[in-house]
């Protein structure tokens, strides 16, 4: 018995290693048998239904690279993971299914490399039939939902794993498919196809990775905080794909932001709609920058509820004078008493907090002018006056990697008054920031995954 047990091993290794285009049906394997299931799996149909907290694991086969081709659905609320290079001590990486945008742990959704890669935005719902394809090649494992390209990861030769995710690795291992939640996931379709491993080049792939011992950003998904750049812009050339890349290559989701205001890309409704519909299907969050103080007036809230969240700055305003100014171009600050235009500025963002936005960036900005004294101008007193209207407003506190404000004071006096936070670029240039600013910021000022701020994902 135990040899037809090795050669039927065997065998089953032999045609997944080889040259072996077939693929095979899983769903048709796990009436078979050829599963290990603890819980509640069950074929109706033709549909696979995991329902509650549920365990499968496939048994003796072994898969190294490979495409695995799934379509699928979560029924309220229905959460889990497939397992790939796994066994039953749970190593190997896990391709999250999550698509509860209530969900409290809002950065691990649906096509996540778990703690590796984890993602902002999932852009499918639950009760809606989607696509999920994982593919395996050497050191590359890439995750498409809908046949957009949302993980494209090469592990690195000497990656950096915390403790808790030490086997969190590539090897070779079988499949497992987990339902984590109180709702139920239903599978419609689920294969598996080999791929040579003659067509990989394994030395191309390394060349390709960088080093993730000194990447501040791996850290942070395997310490399980949400990794996202909630201020960049399609500016200097970026292009909406090229964006996506970069976001893809580094690790750090990105809300994208256009600006939103009158002489600014976006002037009205009309434009907003048609720049959501050619959003819509991005795996980014979709955030507005409102511009000028006539935004309000400009856009419907219609139009700007259809917006992930908003945000805005008080750097632009009228003077004590009625002069239209933007705090960035000096010609424009007229300054008769400096501390007289100090408090301007501090009564003019208060002011500013009153509108409708959810986060306020660039804050506590100076001119130029002013800049070089920036510690003398902000006084506590000052710095208070703010903190307590935002706190107030229920509104964010950007931290800014372009103007890298507001200093640590200013960050542990909103968190504090429990303020939420989130990380902003604000890129002028197609090079988008390595968040270095925050997370520094982060790490001194104590901020943890509950201290930032969750968008309102709309879809
Ligand atoms: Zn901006």
């Not at 902002?120 to 009760?127: H, L, N, Q």
């Not at 090897?171 to 598996?192: A, D, K, P, Q, Y």
């Not at 632009?316 to 424009?332: P, Y």
Request: charged fraction near 25%.
């Amino acid at each position: 018995m135990k040899n037809i047990v090795l050669i039927v091993l065997i065998i089953g290794l032999l045609t997944t290693s080889c040259n072996s285009p077939k693929s095979k049906d899983l769903i048709k394997s796990i009436d078979n048998d050829e599963w290990l299931i603890v819980g509640n799996i069950d074929v109706k149909d033709e549909i696979l239904v995991l329902d509650g907290i549920t365990r499968s694991i496939m048994k003796d086969t072994s898969y190294k690279n490979f495409e695995l081709d799934m379509e699928l659905r979560t029924l309220s609320g229905g959460k889990g993971f497939v397992g790939i290079h796994t066994d039953n001590t749970g190593k190997g990486h896990r391709i999250l299914i999550n698509n509860d945008r209530d969900d409290m742990v809002w950065w691990r959704m649906t096509g996540s490399l778990a703690s590796v890669r984890n993602l902002t935005k999932s852009f499918v719902k639950d009760d809606e039939w989607f696509k999920m394809r994982i593919r395996v090649e050497g050191q590359r494992i890439t995750v498409k939902i809908n046949d957009e390209l949302v993980v494209d990861y090469i592990e690195p030769a000497n990656p950096y794993r915390s403790e808790i995710n030490h086997h969190t690795l590539i090897s070779e291992g079988t499949l497992s498919l987990v339902s984590t939640g109180n709702g139920s996931i239903e599978i419609s379709r689920m294969s598996i196809a080999p791929i040579n491993s003659r067509d990989i080049n394994m030395a191309d792939q390394l060349r390709t990775t960088e080093n993730e011992q000194e990447d501040n950003i791996i850290r942070l998904h395997q310490e399980d905080f949400p990794v996202l750049d909630y201020h960049v812009h399609l500016k200097g050339g970026l292009t909406k794909e090229a964006a996506a890349e970069q976001s893809r290559r580094t690790g750090i989701n990105y809300a994208v932001a256009p600006n939103c205001g009158i002489g600014f890309p976006i002037t009205n409704d009309e434009e907003i709609f048609a720049y959501l519909d050619s959003m819509r299907s991005q795996p980014y969050i979709l955030a507005m920058q409102a511009e000028g103080r006539e935004w309000v007036t400009t856009f419907s809230q219609k139009a700007r509820d259809e917006f992930d969240f908003v945000f805005s700055d008080a750097l632009t305003f009228d003077d004590h004078k009625g002069r239209r100014v933007h705090l960035w171009v000096n010609e424009e600050v007229i300054i008769d008493d400096e501390q007289q235009y100090m408090d301007m500025i501090v009564d003019r963002t208060c002011d500013v907090l009153q509108e409708p936005f959810d986060v306020f960036v660039n804050p506590f900005f100076l001119p130029e002018a002013l800049s070089d004294r920036y510690d003398q101008f902000w006084t506590e007193a000052r710095m208070h006056k703010v903190i307590d209207a935002l706190s107030k407003s229920g509104k964010a506190l950007e931290v800014n990697e372009l103007y890298q404000i507001p200093n640590k004071t200013m960050i542990l006096m909103a968190k504090k008054e429990g303020v939420k936070f989130t990380f902003g670029s604000n890129n002028i240039t197609p090079e988008v920031s390595d968040l270095s600013y925050s997370i520094r910021m982060m790490k001194e000022c104590g901020l943890t995954q509950t201290d930032m701020y969750k968008p309102k994902i709309k879809l």
